[in-house]
């Protein structure tokens, strides 16, 4: 094997026996990291990178600018105010109604610790209003630290891949676990991390329904809010909106993160939009953990009050100028990243090319977009297989096991850390890749 492979298999099998690591695709998304990283440092080598999220482009300059200028200012000796300083409030909720057309008043629109921080508050919050519905359905495959967070709530979970439940399919696949009414929310991620399916108008309208008729919460992850670049997304105030469950029920919280819209990932801001419905409804159990019933007032100063006393003072003045420069026309924050779109493009081909097959290849009949993920299988190779087999290509990824997929023998591949360069080495491992395991 060490005459054929780009990187020795020598290093690569010392290496991760030492590890630890028994079975590959649970390896969480760092661990990956970690074992990636060794294996570069023995052999020289560098590897093509795509099992970690991290933005690869250069943070959005009116925040950095924004954030140095409230420093110099001296927010840095004040606590923020947990319900977000004014003006990120109102951008916010500008953003929203323009760039979605939907209508959240200042009030609902609160910075958290990231989009993490968010999905923290929200499972608490939607996790403990009402004791007959303790459990979180997850619409899969999903972002596999969002889990982590209910063990550490203790707040049980329910999912399923919506792979084979698409359309029409999803509206009884959804009630065989809402009939129970069990169920306090639904959580998805769209577009998605990690198959890059965007759920369409007709089933976010499905979701939307049956949260109205079921009295649950969904908790929309827009964490790649804009980025189906098949549409354009970009323009304030003129259609086509990011499409959202918020058209199509009152029971609703979206996340929305500055990490990969605006780069600004190391700063960790994000909000979250409680629908206005949502924000005044009364959860009597709530009073069981805290002096308010009210669904906003827990989670505002129940749940973030309680975690972080609020969101970093600077980088919510960083926010809140990246917003007003989208609301304002100013600044077209799709522009950038489009350059995700563009790469998976090339990078899909490349795999296509050598014999791989793309694992969640559709929105209903339209095929997936370009963006941040995609997903991928070698024929007759299952998933750990495959991970343990490309360390010897120098190609990292995280197997789709580990979130939530059925798919036995998929990767998620990420883009946006494989730079342009890149590409002539990636597509030259793949080629011997190929060569050595003929389908
Ligand atoms: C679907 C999804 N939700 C949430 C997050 C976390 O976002 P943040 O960096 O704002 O905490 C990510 C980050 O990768 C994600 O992919």
């Given at each position: ?17 030492k ?23 023995r ?31 001296g ?77 550490l ?5 329910k ?36 198959s ?51 058209k ?8 929305i ?18 629908s ?66 563009e790469?998976?493009?090339i ?66 591949a ?26």
């Open positions: 094997m060490e005459d054929i492979t780009p990187i020795p298999a020598a290093i690569v099998d010392e290496v991760y026996m590890s630890g690591l028994s079975v590959l695709s649970k390896a969480s998304i760092r661990e990956m990291g970690k074992l990636v990283n060794e294996i570069e440092a052999s020289g080598k560098k590897f093509i990178h795509m099992e970690m999220g991290v933005p690869g482009l250069p943070a959005t300059k009116i925040g950095v600018d924004a954030e140095i200028k409230a420093l110099s200012e927010v840095a000796s004040i606590y923020p105010n947990i319900e977000g300083i004014p003006q990120v409030k109102k951008e916010a909720s500008r953003f929203v109604k323009l760039m979605m057309d939907v209508d959240i008043s200042p009030q609902g629109c609160v910075p958290t610790v990231g989009s993490m921080q968010g999905g923290l508050a929200a499972f608490m919050t939607a996790g403990f209003r009402d004791k007959k519905r303790d459990t979180i359905l997850f619409i899969d495959p999903g972002f596999p630290v969002q889990k982590q967070q209910l063990s709530l203790g707040i049980p979970y999912t399923f891949d919506v792979y084979r439940f698409r359309g029409d399919k999803l509206k009884d696949k959804l009630e065989s676990y809402l009939k129970d009414d069990n169920i306090a929310a639904i959580v998805y991620s769209s577009p998605n991390n990690p890059w399916i965007c759920l369409t108008d007709k089933e976010l309208k499905i979701i939307g329904e049956k949260a109205t008729e079921h009295d649950l919460i969904v908790i929309e992850d827009l964490a790649y809010f804009g980025m189906d670049f098949r549409k354009d997304y970009s323009v304030p105030g003129e259609p086509p909106f990011q499409p959202t469950v918020a199509y029920t009152d029971n609703y919280l979206l996340m993160s500055a990490s990969k819209i605006f780069s600004y990932a190391g700063q960790r801001i994000a909000f979250v939009a409680i206005d419905t949502l924000y005044h409804r009364k959860y009597p159990d709530l009073k069981l953990r805290f002096s308010s019933d009210e669904f906003g007032h827990y989670l505002v100063y129940g749940a973030l009050y309680g975690i972080s006393s609020g969101t970093s003072h600077s980088a919510q003045y960083a926010l809140a100028a990246m917003l007003k420069s989208v609301n304002d026309g100013d600044f077209n924050f799709v522009d950038p990243i489009k350059e995700y779109g790469k998976a493009k990078m899909k081909r490349l795999f296509l090319e050598n014999g791989f097959e793309i694992v969640y290849d559709k929105d209903e009949d339209l095929p997936l977009a370009d963006g941040f993920y995609f997903t991928i299988a070698y024929p007759g190779m299952l998933s750990d297989e495959l991970l343990k087999e490309f360390l010897y290509y120098g190609i990292s990824a995280i197997s789709l096991s580990i979130t939530g997929s059925e798919n036995k023998q998929g990767l998620r990420c883009v946006s850390f494989v730079q342009r360069e890149e590409l002539p080495v990636l597509e030259e491992r793949l080629k011997i890749f190929a060569q050595n395991h003929p389908r």
